[in-house]
């Protein structure tokens, strides 16, 4: 697998003339599914539209299949959603639903604001994930207010989308979200981003969500420290951490 379909190279992001994120570099394959965790207000909306080129980086530069976005776009079928606020309350679900792949996506004639958060959610993710084939997906908390059906349902979409070759990239602040199905992830948790990949936080490459919980708050606690990126680093450092606090 050496289909490099996005790269990141030192960039920083601003909103409203203030630096939420900066020196992002990473390069994800196609087939590989990378995880941006931080707390809200960390940066991580701003970071994504910067991935896709709806907003301009203050620094450093994003390709996507070796392009610059937004006009790659063109080029390279992506999907994005950056959650159900972003959705045209006026509209009516049904005609919204036909615009990804131009098939019924949900039969509701009442308009977008009219329904629950949920189907309004799900709604948003069906017609964004509709289109086929798919180059590059980008979701911004895309497991908020989905009810359990719903969640398996995305769960289910995102692994069949992956298997077909599609680089991914997924945002949450719940970290059981990401836990498992992400090759990489990106911490941002202070003044420099930390990027792991699965197999340095698990050795098996599964990282459970308590194994994720524990490598987001070394890092976060230690927002200088930068991580050499070899095997087991993470999880051995987590421990002797521990070891040093109970001698404490």
């Not at 207000?41 to 392009?67: C, M, N, Q, W």
């Not at 992506?78 to 131009?102: I, K, N």
């Not at 992830?185 to 340095?200: D, I, K, N, Q, S």
């Amino acid at each position: 697998m050496t289909d490099i379909v996005l790269s990141a190279r030192d960039v920083s992001a601003h909103r409203h003339r203030r630096v939420l994120v900066r020196g992002v570099s990473f390069d994800l394959r196609a087939g590989q599914v990378l995880g941006v965790v931080g707390a809200n207000g960390s940066g991580k909306t701003t970071l994504l539209r910067t991935l896709i080129g709806f907003i301009p980086p203050s620094a450093g530069e994003v390709r996507l299949d070796g392009r610059v976005p937004p006009g790659a776009l063109r080029e390279a079928p992506t999907a994005y959603f950056g959650g159900e606020a972003t959705l045209p309350g006026f509209v009516r679900a049904s005609a919204w639903g036909s615009l990804g792949a131009g098939d019924v996506v949900m039969t509701e004639r009442r308009r977008i604001r009219a329904l629950s958060r949920s189907t309004r959610q799900l709604l948003g993710l069906r017609t964004a994930l509709g289109r086929h084939p798919l180059r590059l997906i980008v979701l911004d908390d895309p497991w908020e207010g989905l009810d359990p059906d719903a969640t398996r349902w995305l769960s289910s979409i995102l692994e069949a989308k992956r298997d077909r070759g599609a680089a991914v990239v997924l945002s949450s602040h719940r970290l059981h979200d990401l836990a498992g199905i992400c090759d990489k992830y990106l911490f941002l948790t202070g003044p420099v981003p930390t990027l792991l990949r699965a197999h340095e936080i698990a050795r098996s490459g599964v990282v459970t969500a308590e194994q994720l919980i524990e490598a987001f708050d070394y890092c976060r606690n230690r927002p200088t420290i930068a991580l050499a990126l070899t095997d087991g680093l993470v999880r051995s450092a987590i421990q002797n951490a521990a070891t040093r606090d109970q001698d404490g």
